[in-house]
């Protein structure tokens, strides 16, 4: 593998908006249901402890946290 290329496909590392974000929660039916999220291709999932905005290298963002 060449250095700095990347194999996963653009949907894997792209990452969402907030608004992209929003849309695809609105889908779900049920809108009581938790928001768990895992960082191990779904091995294990975590709940959201925090959600806040974050700087990184001049970037804002918004980061989805656990505290556990």
């Given at each position: ?10 949907w ?57």
């Open positions: 593998m060449s250095e700095g290329v990347n194999d996963n496909p653009e894997v590392t792209k990452g969402k908006t907030i608004k992209q974000l929003i849309s695809e929660l609105q889908s779900f039916e049920n809108q009581d249901l938790e928001v768990k999220i895992s960082v191990d291709a779904g091995e294990t999932f975590k709940c959201i402890s925090l959600v806040g905005k974050h700087t990184e290298e001049g970037v804002q963002f918004c980061g989805i946290e656990n505290y556990e």
